[in-house]
């Protein structure tokens, strides 16, 4: 046996109490961990109390003790909260960021119920760094592709849009598509926040961008790219097998490592069906997702204008560092709920928290900043937007309610709907008469049904009636 050999054999013993991580379908691994991790919580708690000493600065004490009860919270979380849709790479991975999302509601929470000042002083605590008004940038400026008057570097608009931005906002969009899994709502969102850059220019200077910025970076080259690739790993994860094997079944050295990297990849596969105009019920939610999505990213530029945050804060990283743990997540529980509510009868626990995470921010906004909300809109802005809202009211009507009604049929006995449910009916109630005339047994006629049975001859009725 080699040392490769007898180390994954080494991992098996491992993977037998790592459930999750286990690919030996054949061995009962699931088992939690409760006693093991109360052990040790026990064991740091009573070091902490017996054999450290408590240093004497209040400022440190309260920042270890707000550390120490998050931790807690987390460990109990890890071992007992309920497990969500996604069990790879392993479902203790998937409860600590639904215990982390807890954690980032009650942090808002605390920051609306503070004021103005004490809130954004209060992120010192965080970053000393933090707590002091962002200088002003120009973000516009001169929008010229080629800029004739620099004659030693003439494209320099557009290396000076060239820096960590453009491959965050790719990698950004990859992410949203594998949530989403749909083309034509990734495309929506993408063309509707630029759109929304275009409304709100006039109360943050981030979203004056030149108009090439706007609709060849970003849309075009970003996004769009990000979004073909994504839909390119999309399809490779609905063909791939899912033919999960034990490892000691796998022959060869390689396999096994294949079979440990197959590991982070999903356990099974299911393709997102949106289907928004078959139901109200589909459409009004697709509506809801692509809103909540555009408020969450609105929030993004907003919360760090109010909270005076510098771009590239490791803040900001962070924060969509931990929408991309839970968003995927948000995400399958919401299409379950849709595609289902038979079984799944209520909204996901983590749904439920991204969109209460969504919400509190936005109020944040508001209460720190309610001036900069309430700048008057330009009217052609509002000309639009009211145009648009009007359209997809009207739409709404025509498709959910107007074209739905079904339409009597012309003289010649041809359905006029244009629904395949109404056409069908209809169908059905021309075929009807031929029935209606075959002979039965005892030598009369086959009676119609439904309504024709009450509107039938008076011979039919006379029968009826003796």
Not at 167 to 196: N, Q
Request: glycine share 6%.
């Amino acid at each position: 046996m080699s040392c490769g050999d007898w180390y994954l054999n080494f991992l098996f013993y491992k993977w037998y109490y790592h459930p999750s991580l286990c690919p030996f379908p054949h061995f009962h691994c699931r088992r939690a961990h409760t006693v093991t991790v109360l052990f040790i919580l026990t064991c740091a708690l009573v070091y902490v109390t017996l054999l450290e000493e408590t240093p004497q600065d209040t400022a440190y004490n309260t920042k270890r003790g707000i550390v120490a009860s998050i931790l807690v919270f987390l460990c109990f979380g890890v071992t007992q909260a309920k497990d969500g849709p996604f069990t790879r790479p392993h479902p203790a991975y998937w409860r600590f960021w639904l215990c982390v999302t807890v954690v980032y509601e009650l942090f808002l929470i605390f920051i609306l119920f503070q004021t103005v000042h004490d809130g954004r002083q209060f992120m010192k605590y965080i970053d000393p760094k933090l707590g002091v008004p962002l200088p002003e940038r120009d973000y516009g400026g001169n929008c010229l592709i080629y800029d004739p008057g620099n004659t030693t570097d003439p494209f320099h608009n557009i290396w000076d849009k060239m820096d960590g931005f453009v491959p965050a906002h790719f990698l950004g969009w990859y992410i949203k598509t594998l949530m989403i899994r749909d083309w034509w709502m990734c495309m929506i969102i993408s063309v509707m926040f630029e759109f929304l850059e275009y409304s709100l220019e006039h109360q943050l200077p981030n979203f004056s961008e030149c108009w090439w910025d706007h609709w060849i970076m970003d849309v075009l080259v970003c996004n769009g790219l990000g979004i073909y690739c994504g839909m390119k790993t999309l399809a490779w994860l609905s063909m791939k097998p899912y033919q999960w094997q034990g490892l000691w079944n796998i022959p060869t050295y390689k396999g096994k490592i294949k079979r440990i990297a197959f590991q982070f990849t999903p356990y099974s596969w299911v393709k997102f069906e949106w289907k928004p105009a078959s139901n109200l019920r589909r459409w009004l939610a697709v509506l809801g997702i692509i809103f909540m999505f555009l408020l969450a990213e609105l929030n993004t530029f907003y919360l760090k204008f109010v909270l005076w945050m510098p771009p590239e804060h490791y803040l900001v990283l962070l924060r969509l560092v931990f929408f991309v743990n839970v968003g995927g997540v948000a995400m399958r529980e919401i299409y379950d709920f849709m595609d289902d509510p038979k079984f799944h009868k209520k909204l996901g626990q983590q749904a439920w928290l991204v969109s209460a995470i969504t919400v509190t921010e936005f109020l944040i906004v508001v209460k720190y900043d309610p001036h900069t909300i309430m700048l008057p809109i330009p009217s052609l802005i509002i000309q639009c937007w009211f145009l648009g809202i009007l359209l997809i009211l009207i739409w709404t009507v025509w498709r959910f309610f107007i074209r739905s009604l079904p339409s009597p049929p012309t003289s010649g006995g041809r359905c006029l709907d244009i629904t395949l449910r109404y056409k069908e009916t209809c169908r059905r109630k021309q075929e009807a008469p031929a029935d209606w005339d075959r002979p039965l047994g005892n030598g009369s006629t086959a009676a119609p049904s439904g309504r024709s049975k009450l509107n039938g001859s008076s011979e039919t009725l006379r029968q009826r009636k003796s």
